[in-house]
């Protein structure tokens, strides 16, 4: 059995002013090409499949456009879950017409589906709070899947009720296992599909993508990846833009990693979608494949304004963030020229290295810093102390609403 694994499309994305609507279309239509290629039996889509609650038009178009297709006439399954930037309420109000074409949207950590047959197509053959099992056109075992789309506090308190009073990875580990007990026995293919922040015990702390909707708060929400039930083959994690398992190679937990890079953070990074070769009670089999379509996010640095110019000019499919050193202040001339040889210049940050036309009194400020940081050097210049770290983490929280 062959699954095609991705996440975080974000669509409806910008990049500061600049939309990404045109590169999303053409990489979901690298997508659908790969799952044909592929002869893919099923596909998951983990989360953050638009990027705001109130998705543009044209985004929710080409959502539908894309999972229709990637369904191949309903022989094949698309199981798509509801990340951090969706609403779940937007996710799930589709459904009805969406299963008929092969489609399951997952808005809620509790949605239960009906059970389904499509002709000619797949079925779905048994349903629970967070759980589908499939029998496929093409194989005699099923395929299961248990569920768990992203959910807030609030959502958290309906799915768990009292047991959200502990810690979070207590309350999944217990619903997963009573899930998996019941249905995951070793005459199928067992998958767990969740958007969470997981980590493997005893590794290092994993960064967010910078612009990201952060879920990660102190350690009280922390996961980890031994609470996933040994029944679980795959587990199929959204929410980190960049490729990376997390579990192990006999247990893999993978974040398949955004198909575009969204922020200069991600600038060089690779994108991929996963594929899954799985049988029962056996080892899943993984292929990276590389994802082509899209700009290049590149950050270069400068202190000739001719020669920026030449590797503007040269250098035109990409999305550019451009530090220049100089002496002087940047004439409005030199913007002029620099605009004119590049039309997708995001940002140009400058920097002055004659001190002598700085003011005395005035500290340089060091711009390759995060927000969290620079806001740090400013209250320590505002108010002549550090924050301590409820003020840090309350200017987290009004970024991450702001955002």
């Known amino acids: ?31 659908c090409e790969i799952a044909e290629q592929q002869s893919v039996d099923a596909v998951i889509v983990s989360g953050d499949l638009f990027d705001a609650f109130n998705p543009p038009v044209e985004a929710i178009e080409l959502l539908y456009k894309t999972l229709k297709r990637l369904t191949n006439n309903g022989r094949r399954p698309v199981i798509a879950i509801a990340g951090n930037h969706d609403s779940p309420d937007r996710i799930d109000s589709p459904d009805p017409l969406a299963r008929e074409c092969g489609i399951l949207f997952m808005g809620l ?22 759980f589908i099992e499939f029998k496929l056109p093409e194989h005699s075992y099923p395929l299961r899947i248990i569920a768990t789309p992203y959910a807030n506090e609030v959502r958290m308190k309906e799915y768990f009720g009292e047991e959200k009073d502990v810690e979070l990875i207590n309350s999944l580990q217990k619903r997963w296992g009573e899930i998996a007990d019941k249905y995951c026995d070793e005459k199928g293919v067992n998958v767990l599909i969740s958007h969470l922040y997981m980590l493997k015990r ?11 909707k952060p879920l990660r708060i102190g350690t009280a929400d922390l996961v980890y990846s031994d609470a996933i039930p040994h029944q679980i083959q795959y587990t199929a994690m959204g929410h980190l833009h960049r490729y990376q398992n997390v579990g ?9 990693g ?8 991600e600038a060089g990074q690779q994108k991929y979608v996963n594929i899954i070769d799985v049988e029962p009670n056996k080892i899943a089999q993984l292929e990276r494949i590389p994802l082509k379509s899209g700009k290049q996010l590149v950050c270069k640095r400068f202190d000739n304004i001719d020669l920026a110019v030449e590797w503007l000019n040269q250098n035109q499919y990409t999305l550019v963030e451009l530090t220049l050193e100089s002496d ?11 605009r004119n040889a590049h039309h997708e210049i995001v940002h140009i940050i400058p920097i002055v290295r004659n001190d002598n036309i700085l003011n005395s009194n005035t500290k340089q400020i060091n711009l390759n810093q995060d927000i969290t940081a620079l ?11 550090a924050p301590n770290e409820e003020i840090i983490e309350l200017f987290k929280e009004v970024i991450n609403y702001t955002s």
């Open 258 to 265: 955004s198909p575009l890079a969204y922020s200069f953070s």
């Open 1 to 31: 059995m062959k699954i095609l694994h991705t996440a975080d499309w974000h669509l409806g994305k910008r990049l500061d002013s600049f939309s990404r609507m045109e590169e999303q279309k053409l990489v979901l239509n690298e997508i």
């Open 109 to 130: 950590p509790n949605c239960e589906l009906q059970t389904l047959q499509l002709e000619n197509g797949f079925e779905i053959t048994k349903t629970d709070k967070g």
């Open 202 to 212: 005893g590794g290092d702390i994993l960064e967010e993508p910078d612009g990201e």
């Open 248 to 256: 192990s190679e006999e247990k893999p937990v993978v974040y398949s």
């Open 328 to 338: 002087d202040y940047l004439k409005s001339e030199d913007l002029k020229r620099l």
């Open 375 to 385: 806001f740090s050097d400013y209250f320590k210049y505002a108010k002549g102390q």
